[in-house]
Structures are given as C-alpha cells and as structure tokens.
T-cell receptor, first 112, second 115 residues
Framework: AQSVTQLGSHVSVSEGALVLLRCNYS??????LFWYVQYPNQGLQLLLK??????LVKGINGFEAEFKKSETSFHLTKPSAHMSDAAEYFC??????????FGAGTRLTVKP | GAVVSQHPSWVICKSGTSVKIECRSL??????MFWYRQFPKQSLMLMAT?????????EQGVEKDKFLINHASLTLSTLTVTSAHPEDSSFYIC???????????FGSGTRLTVV
C-alpha cells in the first residue's frame, strides 16, 4: 500500500528564510501527490498537487514542490517565509480515487 | 473551486447527549465523503468512509453505534456522536470527493467539547 513519510515533525525558520518541508513516498504505481496546509482550528487547504506531466508544481501562497521519482520525494519549498506561513503541513499520496494516505504532518514555525 | 461547508464550527454539549455535525458539498456532487478525527498536534485519523445511499464503512476500532454516519444525498453527510462523553471531545473534519477524483476537499472542522 502507498504511504508517505514527512521528515521532521517540527521545522523552525526565520522570516525571509527558505522553507523546506520534506516528504518521501512509497508506492508501487505512479502516485498522485498533494500538500495541504492546516491553520489552527481549521480544516485542510490544498496547497498544490502533482498528477502527471511537469514535475515542478507551483501552488498557492508562493509554495512549490518537485516530484522526483528517482528519490521518491515530493519536498515543499518556499523561497522566503512569512509569518503567515506558520501552520501545520501535511503531505499526502493517492494511487486510486477515494484512497488518500496522509503523513504525520510538519509544524512550521516562523520566527520574526 | 470545490467548497465543502461544515457546521457547526464548535459545539459544547453535556455528557450523555447527542451531537450532529453536518458536511455539505456546495458546488459539486460528493459521491464519497470521509470523516476524520484529529487529536491535538497529530495527523488525521480516518473514522469512516460514506458513499451516497449506502452504509458507511468504518475503520477498525471506531464504534459505529457511537458515531452514526448518514450520507442521504450527493451533497450532505452527517456525523452524529451519540451519548457523548468527555473522551469524545476532539476536532472532527469531513472531506468530500467527486466521482473518480483523486483530490479531497475538506470542511473547516468542528471542535467538540463534552462537559
């Protein structure tokens, strides 16, 4: 079965610094990959997704992720962190409809 | 884009009472809806999957008599926590999926506190 592993339950960066949240997946078939963001006491909001085609995916709020099949990775990056980026981030994988597996989440803290 | 509305956002109830949480897809037909429970600083725990017009499929360890799920239409699913107890206090989130779609759209969540 497919799965994702998020490396680092907590990442702390300074405002203006690069954000890098790591996600590795495991799948026996080509996966669809997703990044979601969750702010306190709210649901999950889709940041971006990879289905097929271009491996560099751009999402909302300046985030992007690159699908690297050889490394089975889908890391999330943002060149310059804002205070408003502080939240919980979830990586997810799906290989069939109605079957999505989530990572444990990474809490991003942004220091002023 | 797809929007899922979840109500209420928060609810406080007394021990022994029942609470109903609604999840509506506003601009698409949700053939499948999912209910999750989230403990503080943890990931989502899938409770059950419901398909319109059929019985929900519960994950192992989830009491189906305590967490009643109804998916009577293509736009509405409800979760009823029956005879709630303080240990049922949690954050509950729904999500919905269109037919043959790979991406989920999430509701805004419901904070349940049982006193």
């Amino acid at each position: 079965a497919q799965s994702v592993t998020q490396l680092g339950s907590h990442v702390s960066v300074s405002e203006g610094a690069l954000v890098l949240l790591r996600c590795n997946y495991s799948s026996s078939v080509p996966p669809y990959l997703f990044w979601y963001v969750q702010y306190p006491n709210q649901g999950l909001q889709l940041l971006l997704k990879y289905t097929t085609g271009a491996t560099l995916v751009k999402g909302i709020n300046g985030f992007e992720a690159e699908f690297k099949k050889s490394e089975t990775s889908f890391h999330l990056t943002k060149p310059s962190a804002h205070m408003s980026d502080a939240a919980e981030y979830f990586c997810a994988v799906s290989v069939r409809p109605n079957d999505m597996r989530f990572g444990a989440g990474t809490r991003l803290t942004v220091k002023p | 884009g797809a929007v899922v509305s979840q109500h209420p956002s928060w609810v406080i109830c007394k021990s022994g009472t029942s609470v109903k949480i609604e999840c509506r897809s506003l601009d698409f037909q949700a053939t499948t809806m999912f209910w999750y429970r989230q403990f503080p600083k943890q990931s989502l725990m899938l409770m059950a999957t419901s398909n319109e017009g059929s019985k929900a499929t519960y994950e192992q360890g989830v009491e189906k008599d305590k967490f009643l799920i109804n998916h009577a239409s293509l736009t509405l699913s409800t979760l009823t926590v029956t005879s709630a107890h303080p240990e049922d206090s949690s954050f509950y989130i729904c999500s919905a999926n269109e037919l043959d779609s790979y991406g989920y759209t999430f509701g805004s969540g419901t904070r349940l506190t049982v006193v």
